[in-house]
């Protein structure tokens, strides 16, 4: 009978995703690279929350993201993300979610299995990559979409955060700061991804510093959801994708930090 190993995860947080076992998809590499680059510096200011129309959402935030992480995710369908984190070793992955905790569990090729715990109802694991506390945000709901705003120092909303549901399969898809640019040429990068549609979104350019630009916005729902999806082919992740990469980093961090209690699998990993 192959010979089971347990361990407990609870909080804790790894780096920059750095997990490759012989080879992290070309999905989750990029992934990372966009929900973890400091690329997006000039946010689009609104002079409201957005979507115009939306209900404020007060509930808790953390049950709502559980019960949107997939209740298995696994290896043996090659068009899984876990499918590339395969290698002659490592064999077979399986993540289970269960009320409050996660269990992934690791199948090597000399009978060893693996099986990882994780408590994702701790605070460090639900604040995913949100830049502030939960109780910073306005978040408003409209038809699919969640959206994260919070008032800056200037009076303005910004938007860190965007949750759309999959009208079609149901996956909640995640967009970080979608409506940001860089620096170098911000007002004219916002004038081509709002494009044709300047009027709609009543623009007005503000000052963010002595060098630094932004537009002003006050657009219709239909113009905001028109905006976001100029922006959702490239830009947008499903939730379940995010919550495999917060695993594997949760999961290399603890390795890291207890190299003996895991002697038995490093050789395994690539790390």
């Not at 089971?4 to 998809?25: C, E, P, R």
């Not at 640019?181 to 007002?187: A, D, E, P």
């Amino acid at each position: 009978m192959p010979r089971q190993v347990t361990g407990f995860f609870v909080g804790g947080d790894g780096g920059i995703f750095g997990l490759n076992m012989k080879k992290v998809s070309i999905l989750l590499i990029h992934l990372a690279m966009i929900f973890l680059s400091g690329c997006k510096e000039v946010p689009l200011y609104f002079r409201s929350s957005q979507p115009r129309g939306g209900t404020l959402f007060t509930g808790d935030l953390t049950p709502y993201l559980i019960s949107n992480f997939p209740k298995i995710m696994d290896s043996y369908d090659n068009n899984s993300p876990l499918f590339d984190a395969l290698n002659d070793t490592l064999i077979g992955i399986e993540i289970h979610r269960y009320q409050n905790t996660a269990k992934m569990k690791l199948g090597f090729f000399n009978g060893l299995t693996w099986v990882e715990e994780f408590d994702i109802s701790d605070s460090s694991f639900t604040k995913l990559w949100f830049d502030k506390g939960i109780d910073e945000y306005v978040i408003f709901k409209k038809e699919n979409i969640d959206c994260f705003n919070y008032e800056n120092d200037k009076g303005y909303f910004e938007i860190d955060m965007v949750f759309e549901r999959n009208r079609i399969n149901g996956d909640l898809i995640v967009y970080d700061k979608p409506f940001s640019v860089g620096k170098k040429n911000s007002l004219k990068d916002f004038d081509k991804l709002i494009s044709y549609k300047r009027d709609e979104f009543d623009l007005a350019v503000v000052d963010i510093n002595d060098t630094l630009k932004t537009y002003s916005a006050d657009p219709s729902y239909m113009g905001f959801r028109w905006l976001l999806n100029r922006v959702s082919d490239d830009e947008g992740f499903p939730l379940k994708y995010l919550y495999a990469v917060k695993l594997f980093n949760a999961f290399e961090y603890r390795i890291k930090m207890d190299s003996i209690k895991y002697l038995d699998i490093m050789e395994f990993l690539d790390f």
